[in-house]
Structure formats: C-alpha cells, structure tokens
C-alpha cells in the first residue's frame, strides 16, 4: 500500500511545504529502502510520545532513549516474542548479578563476566528453539537481540540497586514505554501520514516537543498517588 502511494504521489513544485516529500522521494532514487526514510522520520515521534508517557502520565522507565531502543529492537522481532526474550533474559542477567555478588573483582569485569554467563545459558536455549522454526526469526534479527541483551543487563544492573517494588515497576514502566514507541514505528497509518504529510508530522512532533517541554502539572499517575490530599 505504502509503495503504490509512493509511486503515484504527486509532488509539484519544489516548495518550503512539500521539500521532505523530495527528499524522500530523492532518497529512494539512490537505493534506499522506503521503510527506513519513514522510519527515520517517525523515530523523532516516538521519543515525543515516550517523553510524553513520562512527564505527562508519569511513566519513568529507565530514561528517555532505552524504551526507544527496545521499540526499535521490536520492530525485527515482532513485540510479543521480543518482549517475551527480553523479560527472559532479564531474569538470568538478574540471576546471574545474584550469584556473582560476592565476586570480588571490578564493575566493568564483572559485567563482561555476567554478560558471559548470560550468553552461554542462552545458547542452548537458543539451539532448542531452533527445533520449532525459530532460526529465521533469531537470524533476521540479530542485531536488535543483541541490543536487547545489553539493554537488559544495563537494565538488569540498574534495578538491584532499588528495591524490589521500585525495581518490578521500573521494569514495567520501561517495557510501557518501549510498547508505545514500537506502536508509533510499526503503525502503518503514521507512516502513510508520514509519506503523504512529512512536513506537517515534522511539525507536529515540534510542537509535541515543546508542550511536554514546558508541563508544570501533575502527573496522571500523581493524581491517583494523591488523591487523599487533593480531596481536602
């Protein structure tokens, strides 16, 4: 669908209204693919819509750009399995850190240590999936599982420095985040909206910017959180 709107859309002059819709037009031209200039366009859209999750909802996660990156990891391996991986390579990263705790050696060693771990405790489980068809999904998306891993370990180091209710909702409020901005890379009606209106999205997403930017309310979940108080 996307690609008939392309090669039937209409351009006219080149104007300060429609010099995106060259450009992506141009970018095509020189062999790359459509998907990815959308994307590019889309990806400035999805951390307004995290930042807004954060400072209007109240959603905190594990800072602004990380939900981000798992969005965009999802993207290759479908949101469901690459949430279903992450989670289960959280848990071991967080077993392993357990385990090694009375290890004494330094930060970043130990890390490279846990991460080790991690690693050959996922290649059997890896090779086991493979029996049920899972090759093609791990081997197409091989970069974004490795982001994913180091995400988690990041993650995963993080959160046993807080209790464990702060660290649960953490780790909930992040995989939140990270669905919102795969919902915004992966929805085929914004990239149709992006391909037809890049410039007003370009626009939108500014001014998205600056509103959240300048928020000075309470936050959804604040309400809630005090709502005792609100009620005197």
């Keep these: 669908m996307l690609e008939e709107i392309f090669f039937n859309q209409q351009l006219g002059s080149l104007g300060i209204t429609n010099f995106l819709r060259y450009a992506i037009h141009w970018g095509v031209s020189q062999g790359y693919s459509l998907e990815f200039l959308l994307l590019l366009l889309l990806l400035p859209l999805a951390l307004g819509v995290v930042s ?14 990380t939900p981000v990156m798992m969005g965009v990891a999802f993207l290759s391996t479908g949101l ?52 049920f068809n899972y090759t093609a999904l791990f081997n197409s998306a091989l ?22 209710r702060r660290a649960v909702r953490a780790v909930l409020e992040t995989l939140v985040l990270s669905s919102l901005a795969f919902w915004v890379l992966s929805s085929l009606v914004l990239q149709r909206i992006v391909l ?37």
């Design 52 to 65: 807004l999750g954060r400072y209007l909802i109240g959603l905190q996660g594990l800072g602004l750009f």
């Design 196 to 232: 037809l209106y890049p410039e007003a999205v370009v626009i939108l997403t500014i001014a998205l910017d600056i509103w959240v930017g300048q928020f000075v309310g309470l936050r959804l979940l604040e309400y809630h959180r005090f709502r005792k108080v609100l009620k005197k």
């Design 80 to 131: 469901v399995p690459g949430l279903i991986f992450f989670l289960l390579t959280f848990l071991l990263e967080i077993l392993v850190i357990f385990l090694l705790r009375r290890l004494k050696i330094h930060f970043m060693a130990k890390m490279a240590l846990v991460l080790l771990l991690v690693c050959l405790i996922l290649l059997p489980l890896l090779l086991f999936l493979g029996r």
């Design 143 to 164: 970069i974004p599982i490795l982001i994913l891993i180091l995400v988690g370990e990041n993650l995963a180091e993080i959160q046993l420095r807080k209790t464990p």
